[in-house]
């Protein structure tokens, strides 16, 4: 839950509100309500160079860990995880007649992922998913685990289609207790293991997600939460497609995003090659070769079959005219 203080920041801060830095001297103006966590609320506001996303924090510590993970995503050019860092700032807000910590970051527009998946179709999820670990991969390799990972916290930008995250508020150090999380998603809820902060944590939510996108909704676990899961992936044709993979990611097996990402698209090259088998014309089936060896055996044995007919009647022909000239000699004689 919110704390008062930033409950008094949704009621109070109403668009038009304009904050001004204290230290980097840049201002902006608050448009909209974008969403809010538990420890800061996200706005969309107007700047010199166009939208921005600013989120406002009464937790200064909060303000500077997310800040340095937005800079951890900016470190690794080729992934676009994250939304860009531009600024981070104090402010003095009258309304509550206190000093506040905000930072700005670069504003992400696009369908969260269930939307996006509803509308393109389920092949779309290994897709993203792929996409999804590479940046992962990226953040772990910097010591940072995700934490708070779910598709409320993730856009589908484009064309070319990509996956962004607009909320890092739960990224936390590796080897720390996660900060935040969403019962889901956590695999601490579901009986898979503990909240530490480790790679593993992030790729269970990662199954998850995928689970959540087929299934359009967030069921409650029942006394076997593990056999509740697994019913539920082999029961479904697409995720039954994927289960080795979402069995490993949910009982920690993986190592690593990478390992995760390589047997997505390996079991996605499998169903590929047995959709083309499937789609290939069956060939006409070959007569069978034995009525046509046994005719060819036979041609060759009808001259034989003349010619020792001609033999025969030739022998006829010859006994007959000897028994003739016998005949003849014998009433001659």
Same mark, same amino acid.
């Given at each position: ?116 998946i509803s509308s393109k179709g389920t092949e779309w999820i290994p897709v993203l998913m792929v996409q999804l ?29 990509? *996956? ?153 022909? *010859? ?15």
């Amino acid at each position: 839950m919110m704390n008062d203080a930033l409950t008094s920041l949704a009621c109070s801060l109403a668009p038009g509100t304009a904050i001004q830095g204290k230290w980097n001297g840049k201002s902006y103006r608050l448009l909209k309500q974008l969403g809010k966590g538990a420890n800061g609320i996200v706005y969309l506001a107007e700047a010199s160079g166009g939208h921005v996303a600013l989120k406002i924090s009464s937790d200064s510590m909060s303000v500077t860990s997310e800040v340095n993970v937005l800079k951890s995503f900016s470190k690794a050019r080729s992934q676009t995880m994250g939304p860009s860092f531009f600024d981070a700032d104090d402010a003095f807000i009258p309304q509550l007649n206190k000093n506040v910590s905000f930072y700005v970051m670069e504003y992400i527009e696009g369908p969260l992922l269930p939307q996006y998946i509803s509308s393109k179709g389920t092949e779309w999820i290994p897709v993203l998913m792929v996409q999804l670990l590479s940046s992962l991969s990226v953040l772990h390799q910097q010591g940072w685990v995700f934490g708070d990972l779910k598709p409320e916290n993730l856009i589908v930008t484009g064309p070319p289609a990509a *996956i962004r995250c607009i909320d890092v508020g739960g990224t936390t150090k590796q080897g720390r207790a996660i900060k935040e999380y969403t019962e889901f998603y956590d695999r601490g809820y579901w009986g898979y293991g503990t909240r530490k902060a480790e790679p593993s944590y992030d790729l269970f939510a990662v199954a998850m997600i995928m689970i959540h996108c087929v299934q359009k909704k967030e069921c409650k676990k029942t006394g076997k939460p593990k056999e509740q899961l697994r019913s539920i992936i082999e029961g479904h044709p697409f995720l039954n497609k994927y289960k080795k993979v979402l069995f490993s990611a949910l009982n920690g097996q993986y190592p690593s995003a990478e390992a995760m990402k390589h047997d997505i698209l390996t079991a996605g090259q499998c169903i590929g090659s047995k959709r083309k088998d499937a789609a290939k014309p069956k060939p006409p089936q070959a007569k069978p070769r034995q009525g046509t060896v046994s005719q060819t055996r036979y041609k060759p044995k009808q001259k034989p079959a003349k010619n020792n007919g001609l033999f025969e009647t030739t022998l006829i022909l *010859i006994s007959v005219l000897a028994l003739y000239f016998a005949y003849i000699v014998f009433f001659l004689i």
